[in-house]
């Protein structure tokens, strides 16, 4: 019984802490105080510990030696850069997939940009960032190269994080309307007419894009107020 505390108590404060994250109501960089956390639910650290580490496995929180846990916080070199190597990547992998695709692929990534503006709307950003996923690598993997698909995957978890946390689209403003599924759309209908130079521009902006729509103001919380209910 003891076990099955600890675990559901585990992930009690995973969840916790990374709908928080997702909500944009903890910084990135804010540090998670397992003293804190264990005060405020009045339990021990363990529980804690565990949990920061399932997050720190997601890309979601850094763990730094001798320093303690901190909701991850790239510097905008890196974000630039993640990009920039994602771009470059990725119109590779487009150019060499593209005599591969047939109409069953194409099928794919219509349903999946549907499904992407169905979450985009409703600002649903776990479920974006899986559609916007299955996207990008629908025709990825069809480039035949293993190692330029795990790059690349490698490459789109790595800027989810970047969308969780500074993507406007998902600011609770109105103001803000999605588009990147209709620059999704564009890409599908190049990639059919296997439209080489135009598919590179629309990539190029595709990512320019991305890059533009991220901004980082927002208001946050402390973190005993994300375990106030409890």
């Given at each position: 019984?003891?076990?099955?505390?600890?675990?559901?108590?585990?992930?009690?404060?995973?969840?916790?802490?990374?709908?928080?994250?997702?909500?944009?109501?903890?910084?990135?960089?804010?540090?998670?105080?397992?003293?804190?956390?264990?005060?405020?639910?009045?339990?021990?650290?363990?529980?804690?510990?565990?949990?920061?580490?399932?997050?720190?496995?997601?890309?979601?929180?850094?763990?730094?030696?001798?320093?303690?846990?901190?909701?991850?916080?790239?510097?905008?070199?890196?974000?630039?850069?993640?990009?920039?190597?994602?771009?470059?990547?990725?119109?590779?992998?487009?150019?060499?997939?593209?005599?591969?695709?047939?109409?069953?692929?194409?099928?794919?990534?219509?349903?999946?940009?549907?499904?992407?503006?169905?979450?985009?709307?409703?600002?649903?950003?776990?479920?974006?960032?899986?559609?916007?996923?299955?996207?990008?690598?629908?025709?990825?993997?069809?480039?035949?190269?293993?190692?330029?698909?795990?790059?690349?995957?490698?490459?789109?978890?790595?800027?989810?994080?970047?969308?969780?946390?500074?993507?406007?689209?998902?600011?609770?403003?109105?103001?803000?309307?999605?588009?990147?599924y209709k620059e999704?759309?564009?890409?599908?209908?190049?990639?059919?007419?296997k439209k080489r130079?135009?598919l590179k521009v629309?990539?190029?902006?595709?990512?320019?894009?991305?890059?533009?729509?991220?901004?980082?103001?927002?208001?946050?919380?402390?973190?005993?107020?994300?375990?106030?209910?409890?």
């Amino acid at each position: 019984m003891k076990i099955q505390q600890k675990q559901s108590m585990k992930v009690f404060i995973y969840h916790h802490l990374k709908e928080a994250i997702l909500a944009r109501q903890l910084p990135p960089g804010k540090q998670l105080i397992e003293n804190e956390i264990s005060r405020t639910l009045n339990i021990s650290r363990t529980p804690i510990r565990n949990a920061i580490n399932l997050l720190a496995d997601e890309g979601l929180v850094d763990i730094v030696p001798n320093k303690g846990a901190f909701v991850t916080n790239p510097t905008k070199e890196e974000i630039l850069q993640a990009y920039d190597l994602r771009k470059r990547l990725e119109i590779m992998a487009a150019n060499q997939a593209i005599e591969f695709l047939v109409e069953n692929d194409f099928k794919k990534m219509e349903s999946y940009i549907a499904e992407e503006k169905e979450a985009l709307f409703t600002k649903n950003i776990t479920n974006y960032l899986k559609a916007n996923q299955d996207f990008h690598m629908s025709y990825t993997q069809k480039c035949g190269n293993k190692f330029l698909i795990d790059f690349v995957k490698k490459l789109i978890n790595q800027t989810s994080i970047y969308l969780i946390l500074f993507d406007i689209v998902f600011e609770e403003d109105p103001s803000a309307e999605p588009y990147g599924y209709k620059e999704h759309l564009e890409i599908v209908q190049l990639l059919k007419q296997k439209k080489r130079k135009e598919l590179k521009v629309c990539l190029e902006n595709h990512f320019d894009n991305a890059i533009d729509s991220l901004n980082i103001h927002q208001e946050y919380k402390d973190l005993k107020e994300i375990f106030k209910t409890y």
